[in-house]
Structures are given as structure tokens and as C-alpha cells.
């Protein structure tokens, strides 16, 4: 089984900073993406901060010079920093887990997301 946990959301203040991450642990064989969705209430998910695990990250529009996300590949983490956040950054972020549990079987896990409120 592969488990994918994110932690480190909460209320912030607008203008405040955030650090989530995102760790995939179980069986693992190796480790293809982990990227970083968000939905907002009453919206679709969308694609925040996405390949990561490659060392080049294209991020949404709407983040751009605010987020930045980072990898830890021997420890299966990706990270998010979230700086000057705003209220219409208030939604529940997951990461999105691409891998392979040996070598010819691959799939996507996701985690179940961790809460980010933006509010004064």
C-alpha cells in the first residue's frame, strides 16, 4: 500500500506564510512526480505548483513570485513555501503522487489534503 500525507496547512492572516508538505511512504518503488493541486469551495481542483520532483516547477499563474516549492527526493517530500497569501488562496491543498510500486506497475495517489484558510 502507498500512503501520501500532507500536513502544514492552517489560518492565516493575509500577507501571512504557510509551509505544507507532502510525504508518500509505503510501497514504493520509485517515485515519478509529486505536484501540488488546491480546491477551493464550489471550484474545480486545480494544478498549483507541478513538477517538482524533476527540479523544474511551473507554477499556476495566480501564485507566481509567491509560491515555491522544493523536493526532498531521499525522503519522498515535496514541500510548499506560501508567501504574502491571500484570501483567494483559501482551499484545501493536496499533493498528487505519480510512482511506481515496481517496475512495470504505476499509478496516482492522492492525500487527503490539508486545510488552508486565509482570513484577517
Known amino acids: 500500500q502507498v500512503q501520501v500525507v500532507e500536513s502544514g496547512g492552517g489560518l492565516v492572516q493575509p500577507g501571512g506564510s504557510l509551509r505544507l508538505s507532502c510525504v508518500a511512504s509505503g510501497n514504493i518503488f520509485s517515485i515519478a512526480a509529486m505536484d501540488w493541486y488546491r480546491q477551493a469551495p464550489g471550484k474545480q481542483r486545480e494544478p498549483v505548483a507541478v513538477?517538482?520532483?524533476?527540479?523544474?516547477?511551473d507554477y499556476a499563474d495566480s501564485v507566481k513570485g509567491r509560491f515555491m516549492a522544493s523536493r526532498d527526493n531521499a525522503k519522498n517530500t515535496v514541500y510548499l513555501q506560501m508567501n504574502n497569501l491571500k484570501p483567494e488562496d483559501t482551499a484545501v491543498y493536496y499533493c498528487?503522487?505519480?510512482?511506481?510500486?515496481?517496475?512495470?506497475?504505476?499509478?496516482?495517489?492522492w492525500g487527503r489534503g490539508t486545510q488552508v484558510t486565509v482570513s484577517s
Open positions: 498528487n503522487v505519480r510512482l511506481y510500486t515496481d517496475s512495470t506497475n504505476w499509478g496516482y495517489y
Open positions: 513538477g517538482t520532483h524533476f527540479g523544474n516547477t
